[in-house]
């Protein structure tokens, strides 16, 4: 049976007065399947074309912390530590000015919140 679920593309914008942005993640929170869950890819090539210089592994270090929040990881710190599923999932699609940035908070029906959130990042973020 399918259940609404709630996304939000992860974005790379590593000069942020360009506004400029490469998806690298995808985030998706679904009550119904208490699930919450990140994934993240980062293109260097694609990163690199938009900033040579940008800091990879400081990125990297930034998207693994996307993934502690949503595993309620204690090194997520307090949001991932006190807070619920959908707290952490509001928390982190709360709009920010930071290299790291999510988009816009978009909307579905699954049955298979883990698949989804593989499917989305096909779509959104290898391609």
């Not at 259940?3 to 914008?13: D, E, H, Q």
């Not at 502690?68 to 928390?91: H, N, Q």
Request: overall charge negative; hydrophobic content about 45%; some cysteine.
């Amino acid at each position: 049976m399918k259940k609404p679920f709630a996304y939000a593309a992860i974005r790379l914008v590593p000069r942020v007065e360009r506004e400029e942005f490469v998806n690298v993640g995808v985030v998706l929170y679904c009550q119904m399947f208490d699930f919450l869950g990140a994934s993240t890819h980062l293109d260097a090539v694609r990163v690199h074309a938009l900033h040579p210089a940008a800091d990879l592994d400081a990125v990297r270090d930034a998207l693994g912390a996307w993934t502690r929040v949503c595993g309620g990881d204690a090194d997520g710190g307090p949001a991932a530590r006190e807070t619920g599923l959908g707290e952490r999932f509001r928390w982190l699609t709360a709009p920010r000015s930071t290299i790291i940035q999510p988009g816009p908070v978009h909307t579905g029906m699954t049955g298979d919140p883990a698949g989804e959130l593989e499917k989305l990042m096909g779509a959104l973020v290898q391609q």
